[in-house]
């Protein structure tokens, strides 16, 4: 795999390194050995999927607080995203930037998220899978979030018009403690 760190501090994006032949492609999507060498969260304990009919649906901003902070890896296995990190952690230097990767099935890349950064999307395509490994146990009462289309953050989401939950248009607009 390969590992290449974004302009936020602990995030990566992650791409295979696919062994092709006449029959297809084979790679690794997952190795805790190269995740524990990079430093970063290799205690995955969680699989989630999300399927998003329609085009312009967007997921975010989400993170759970300590003590169930969690690192996450992302991967688009259908359609297309716009994959978000939005750094919510206070004293970094990055703190309340962000950054957007664009994931699909085709490029077959993965962003890895660490504790303390929230994360959302959005999807290009209908009919899009995206698939989260997580380093916690999701836990209800520490789930969090910020408003999408705060100013502070500034994310140019690439749908002007999101489809989304009322739960996500309502969380606040500036995050004082993540």
Same mark, same amino acid.
């Given at each position: 795999? $390969?590992?290449?760190?974004?302009?936020?501090?602990?995030?990566?994006?992650?791409? $295979? =390194?696919?062994? #092709?032949?006449?029959?297809?492609?084979?790679?690794? @999507?997952?190795?805790?050995?190269?995740?524990?060498?990079?430093?970063? +969260?290799?205690?995955?304990?969680? *699989? #989630?999927? #999300?399927? +998003?009919?329609?085009?312009?649906?967007?997921?975010?901003?989400?993170?759970?607080?300590?003590?169930?902070?969690?690192?996450?890896?992302? %991967?688009?296995? %259908?359609?297309?995203?716009?994959?978000?990190?939005?750094?919510? /952690?206070?004293?970094?230097? @990055?703190?309340? /930037?962000?950054?957007?990767?664009?994931?699909?099935?085709? +490029?077959?890349?993965?962003?890895?998220?660490? !504790?303390? *950064?929230?994360?959302?999307?959005?999807?290009? !395509?209908?009919? @899009? =899978?995206?698939?989260?490994?997580?380093?916690?146990?999701?836990?209800? !009462?520490?789930?969090?979030? *910020?408003?999408?289309?705060?100013?502070?953050?500034? $994310?140019?989401?690439? $749908? #002007?018009?999101?489809?989304?939950?009322? %739960?996500?248009?309502?969380?606040?607009?500036?995050?004082?403690?993540?």
């Amino acid at each position: 795999m $390969i590992f290449r760190e974004t302009a936020l501090p602990g995030v990566y994006v992650v791409e $295979i =390194e696919p062994r #092709s032949d006449h029959r297809g492609l084979f790679a690794r @999507t997952w190795c805790q050995r190269e995740f524990v060498e990079h430093r970063l +969260n290799a205690g995955l304990v969680q *699989v #989630s999927l #999300s399927f +998003n009919k329609h085009r312009g649906t967007l997921r975010g901003m989400h993170y759970q607080a300590a003590p169930h902070a969690e690192a996450k890896l992302v %991967r688009c296995t %259908r359609g297309a995203i716009w994959d978000v990190a939005l750094d919510l /952690r206070q004293g970094s230097p @990055t703190f309340r /930037r962000y950054v957007g990767v664009e994931l699909t099935a085709d +490029n077959r890349k993965a962003l890895y998220i660490p !504790e303390g *950064v929230a994360h959302g999307f959005q999807t290009l !395509e209908d009919d @899009t =899978e995206v698939l989260y490994q997580m380093s916690e146990f999701y836990a209800p !009462e520490a789930a969090r979030g *910020v408003r999408y289309d705060d100013p502070a953050f500034a $994310i140019p989401w690439p $749908i #002007s018009q999101p489809i989304l939950l009322e %739960r996500d248009r309502a969380y606040p607009s500036v995050v004082l403690t993540p």
